[in-house]
């Protein structure tokens, strides 16, 4: 066919050519376009393509498939003019094409391993009242072209310029416009040339202001790149200048300092490899750079750290345990396993440090101790307090990339300590808490391991530093909240409660001295009465520990000091002072101050501070009620023991008319509820043991009540309590006055072993109690109680719930009665 002939082809007519598909290539008309053609069909299609014009019809795949069918083929495709045709070496064909038009595919048939299609030809449009919108695409276009930074060939801009055709327009705008092929498609696909127009406008608005940000995020990364080599280029030529000058600085970033003090250092090859590592990136780096001042920090804290120093221990055993007994009274087991290390150590230099847990209520001395087992060793020592951390970056540290990034506490501490073998308190290490951040108890598996401790490593550092040196002590006051992982590691040492003898002796030796020096009274002989002292204890400071005690006292002293002055500063002539002088009957506002008068001399002053002095300073006793001496039913005094000491619990029972529920009030823990439903089963099943009527929890029901409410109380311990208060509520017979219990029971009759056996027997010494009722089990805890306990008070060993019931009533009390 002729080329005059396809030129009057109308709309209308139908042709066949060959078709060759096309993947990931789009084609628009009156444009020009290089492709390769490699497929065996593509290749019989284009050999077939003959006449003077040589046209094919190239279709346009769905899919990426390499043999694809009528239904992979979209229907409008392009009728294309082959210009130029390059076969090479390979078999493939490098093949230049013209669009011509587009067109609608009819068909597709396959002859003599040739695909022809048979189309339609897609009628033109003149652009007749679209001259706005040809006009507003052309401006897109210009404003594409200006912002891409590939330049776009003149050729193409000047094609889209002279272009008054819709159709055109849009193929030569397409042809250069990067944007993804299936995008491309639905402008050849529409039909509709003033929606083609439209979209395209759309799109070409979208790629100006997506270049028009990239190119913005480019200059400005360009220009910080341009400043960064004005400066380096600014630092050379200052370098330079100095050198001219004489006045060269030969190490800007002190990376030559910090390596000769590395090579100073004992550090094993590990570390050394690392610091040095760094210290060659310092060097590499401008002195102003954020990463140089990163790294710098991180080179001193390798530095500062005590790397191979440490102190020398104490030998002496006889002046270790003076010392330890100068800074505290008793506590013997603490103190024997301080002197047990100082033994072992002399005989043998490589020894693990222990890890020692000190347990016990509050004011009892345990952080104090801790500091006492430094001076005893002749160590350094730090503390930590854990109470309250809850991230593990605590205990381990950040990563340096992170800004203001530091060592943990740990190496933190070892740092201000000077030495690797210092004594170390965790203080509180039963306070911690864990959150999304991470569970520090965890970080402190490996710390407090023996085993794993000598290669610590922090997340700062990226080091291992050795902690096998150091003596780690952990105080608690509670065993239970700590992990059982963590508490394996460690070796517990109970600190409990004082007796009052022990309380008296601590006073007056370790107390009282303290506080005359901290209220002004030195040089006076301040002498307190064993009365004042007994009062103070028993009526204001009913604790495990001292700390209610040294307050009590320093508020004597502070009354002591200011009436003293007030009678120095208030009176004329020779300042004398006697005993009855020293009551505060005066108010503070009424005193006349001289300040011009000189201070009293309290050299040779001595003064017996009496019980009335002590009520008088402190005000009311602030005693508890004495619930072991009334004899009322339904009322049993147990014993408990929490992370504050031990105590007095009293059990109330109540049986009255009502549906049969037991009723538990006083903020109960789960396993104290239990008990109180074991005690009754119990009842209900010896029921005629204990002379109990047959119905005597038949519509009835039955209230068990903890006062002070307003403290949590748990745990099995108060099984002997329970079933007394409930037996006597049944019976209406009130317990044995002076009697205290404490023990664990069983639906079986037995009585298990319970803890804390020294705070309960203080606390109910503390209450008035002579008697404690007491599981078998528990003999050799009594066995090892103060010998002044075990002198004023008696215990009652017990392995049968029955038996212990027994001598917690009144003799006659269980006479077996008959059935009616």
């Given amino acids: 066919?002729?080329?005059?002939?396809?030129?009057?082809?109308?709309?209308?007519?139908?042709?066949?050519?060959?078709?060759?598909?096309?993947?990931?290539?789009?084609?628009?008309?009156?444009?020009?376009?290089?492709?390769?053609?490699?497929?065996?069909?593509?290749?019989?299609?284009?050999?077939?393509?003959?006449?003077?014009?040589?046209?094919?019809?190239?279709?346009?795949?769905?899919?990426?498939?390499?043999?694809?069918?009528?239904?992979?083929?979209?229907?409008?495709?392009?009728?294309?003019?082959?210009?130029?045709?390059?076969?090479?070496?390979?078999?493939?064909?490098?093949?230049?094409?013209?669009?011509?038009?587009?067109?609608?595919?009819?068909?597709?048939?396959?002859?003599?391993?040739?695909?022809?299609?048979?189309?339609?030809?897609?009628?033109?449009?003149?652009?007749?009242?679209?001259?706005?919108?040809?006009?507003?695409?052309?401006n897109d276009f210009q404003a594409y072209a200006k912002l891409h930074k590939k330049k776009l060939p003149k050729e193409a801009i000047t094609n889209v310029t002279k272009s008054d055709n819709p159709d055109k327009l849009v193929g030569h705008i397409c042809s250069v416009l990067e944007i993804e092929t299936d995008r491309k498609i639905k402008f050849l696909l529409e039909t509709d040339t003033q929606q083609r127009l439209e979209e395209l406008s759309v799109v070409l608005q979208m790629e100006n202001e997506l270049l028009g940000l990239r190119n913005n995020i480019s200059g400005r990364v360009k220009k910080r790149m341009e400043r960064s080599q004005k400066e380096y280029f600014l630092n050379e030529q200052l370098k330079e200048i100095h050198k001219e000058l004489g006045s060269e600085e030969a190490d800007p970033t002190g990376a030559q300092e910090l390596e000769r003090k590395l090579h100073e250092m004992d550090l094993g090859d590990e570390v050394r490899e690392k610091a040095l590592t760094e210290v060659k990136r310092l060097a590499r780096l401008q002195p102003m750079s954020p990463e140089s001042g990163v790294l710098r920090t991180y080179l001193e804290w390798i530095i500062d750290l005590p790397w191979g120093k440490r102190t020398t221990d104490r030998h002496d055993i006889a002046e270790a345990a003076l010392i330890l007994n100068t800074d505290h009274f008793g506590l013997d087991k603490p103190k024997e396993?301080?002197?047990?290390?100082?033994?072992?150590?002399?005989?043998?230099?490589?020894?693990?440090?222990?890890?020692?847990?000190?347990?016990?209520?509050?004011?009892?001395?345990?952080?104090?101790?801790?500091?006492?087992?430094?001076?005893?060793?002749?160590?350094?020592?730090?503390?930590?307090?854990?109470?309250?951390?809850?991230?593990?970056?605590?205990?381990?540290?950040?990563?340096?990339?992170?800004?203001?990034?530091?060592?943990?506490?740990?190496?933190?501490?070892?740092?201000?300590?000077?030495?690797?073998?210092?004594?170390?308190?965790?203080?509180?290490?039963?306070?911690?808490?864990?959150?999304?951040?991470?569970?520090?108890?965890?970080?402190?598996?490996?710390?407090?391991?023996?085993?794993?401790?000598?290669?610590?490593?922090?997340?700062?550092?990226?080091?291992?530093?050795?902690?096998?040196?150091?003596?780690?002590?952990?105080?608690?006051?509670?065993?239970?909240?700590?992990?059982?992982?963590?508490?394996?590691?460690?070796?517990?040492?109970?600190?409990?409660?004082?007796?009052?003898?022990?309380?008296?002796?601590?006073?007056?030796?370790?107390?009282?001295?303290?506080?005359?020096?901290?209220?002004?009274?030195?040089?006076?002989?301040?002498?307190?009465?064993?009365?004042?002292?007994?009062?103070?204890?028993?009526?204001?400071?009913?604790?495990?520990?001292?700390?209610?005690?040294?307050?009590a006292i320093s508020q004597v002293m502070r009354k002591l000091t200011r009436k003293l002055l007030h009678d120095e500063q208030t009176r004329p002539g020779r300042w004398v002072i006697n005993s009855s002088a020293l009551h505060l009957n005066q108010h503070l506002s009424s005193v006349f101050i001289k300040p011009e008068r000189d201070m009293p001399e309290l050299e040779g002053f001595h003064l017996e501070v009496s019980p009335s002095m002590v009520r008088d300073y402190l005000g009311k006793e602030r005693l508890e009620d004495d619930l072991g001496t009334m004899g009322r039913p339904g009322l049993a005094p147990g014993l408990y023991y929490d992370g504050g000491g031990g105590g007095v619990l009293p059990i109330e029972a109540r049986i009255f008319d009502g549906s049969g529920k037991l009723i538990l009030t006083g903020q109960l823990g789960d396993v104290m509820k239990e008990s109180a439903q074991i005690a009754l089963s119990y009842l209900r099943a010896n029921k005629e043991i204990f002379g109990l009527k047959a119905d005597f929890d038949k519509k009835k029901d039955i209230h068990i009540h903890v006062p002070q409410g307003a403290i949590p109380v748990d745990g099995p311990s108060a099984?002997?309590?329970?079933?007394?208060?409930?037996?006597?509520?049944?019976?209406?017979?009130?317990?044995?006055?002076?009697?205290?219990?404490?023990?664990?029971?069983?639906?079986?009759?037995?009585?298990?072993?319970?803890?804390?056996?020294?705070?309960?027997?203080?606390?109910?010494?503390?209450?008035?109690?002579?008697?404690?009722?007491?599981?078998?089990?528990?003999?050799?805890?009594?066995e090892e109680l103060p010998s002044e306990v075990k002198e004023e008070m008696t215990f009652l060993f017990h392995e049968s719930l029955g038996e212990a019931l027994k001598d917690l009533f009144p003799a006659g009390t269980f006479r077996k009665t008959s059935k009616k």
């Avoid at 339609?120 to 006009?135: N, S, V």
């Avoid at 023996?450 to 003596?471: G, I, R």
């Avoid at 901290?518 to 006076?524: F, H, K, S």
Wanted: hydrophobic letters at 40%.
């Fill in 337 to 551: 396993r301080i002197l047990d290390f100082i033994a072992v150590r002399q005989l043998k230099t490589k020894v693990k440090s222990p890890i020692l847990c000190f347990v016990g209520p509050p004011g009892t001395g345990k952080t104090s101790l801790g500091r006492s087992v430094a001076r005893a060793l002749d160590r350094k020592f730090v503390r930590i307090s854990l109470g309250g951390v809850r991230d593990e970056a605590e205990i381990r540290g950040h990563r340096k990339t992170y800004v203001g990034a530091l060592p943990g506490k740990i190496i933190q501490a070892l740092k201000r300590a000077g030495s690797i073998n210092p004594v170390f308190l965790l203080d509180e290490v039963d306070k911690m808490s864990n959150d999304y951040r991470g569970d520090p108890s965890s970080a402190l598996l490996e710390v407090l391991d023996p085993e794993q401790n000598d290669s610590f490593t922090d997340h700062y550092l990226e080091v291992p530093f050795d902690l096998s040196e150091v003596m780690f002590i952990t105080t608690a006051n509670s065993l239970e909240n700590i992990p059982h992982a963590l508490r394996d590691r460690m070796e517990v040492i109970r600190v409990p409660g004082y007796t009052t003898t022990e309380k008296k002796n601590i006073a007056r030796h370790f107390i009282i001295p303290k506080q005359i020096g901290e209220n002004g009274l030195e040089g006076a002989d301040v002498h307190f009465k064993n009365e004042s002292l007994d009062l103070l204890i028993r009526g204001y400071t009913l604790e495990s520990g001292v700390r209610n005690m040294e307050r």
């Fill in 719 to 782: 099984g002997i309590a329970l079933t007394a208060a409930l037996l006597s509520a049944a019976r209406l017979i009130p317990l044995k006055t002076g009697i205290a219990m404490t023990g664990e029971v069983t639906l079986t009759d037995r009585v298990l072993p319970i803890g804390g056996v020294k705070e309960k027997s203080l606390a109910a010494r503390r209450r008035g109690f002579k008697t404690i009722v007491i599981p078998e089990n528990n003999r050799r805890d009594v």
């Fill in 1 to 138: 066919m002729s080329r005059m002939k396809l030129t009057r082809l109308r709309p209308d007519d139908k042709r066949e050519l060959p078709l060759i598909p096309l993947r990931e290539l789009v084609v628009f008309p009156h444009n020009v376009i290089p492709f390769f053609v490699g497929r065996k069909g593509s290749l019989n299609a284009l050999n077939s393509a003959t006449g003077s014009e040589r046209e094919v019809f190239l279709a346009f795949q769905k899919s990426a498939t390499d043999d694809p069918g009528p239904e992979d083929i979209h229907p409008i495709g392009t009728v294309a003019r082959v210009v130029q045709v390059l076969k090479l070496p390979d078999g493939n064909m490098r093949v230049l094409v013209e669009g011509r038009y587009r067109a609608q595919l009819k068909k597709i048939r396959q002859k003599k391993d040739v695909t022809w299609g048979t189309f339609k030809k897609l009628p033109d449009t003149d652009g007749t009242g679209m001259e706005a919108l040809i006009k507003t695409v052309k």
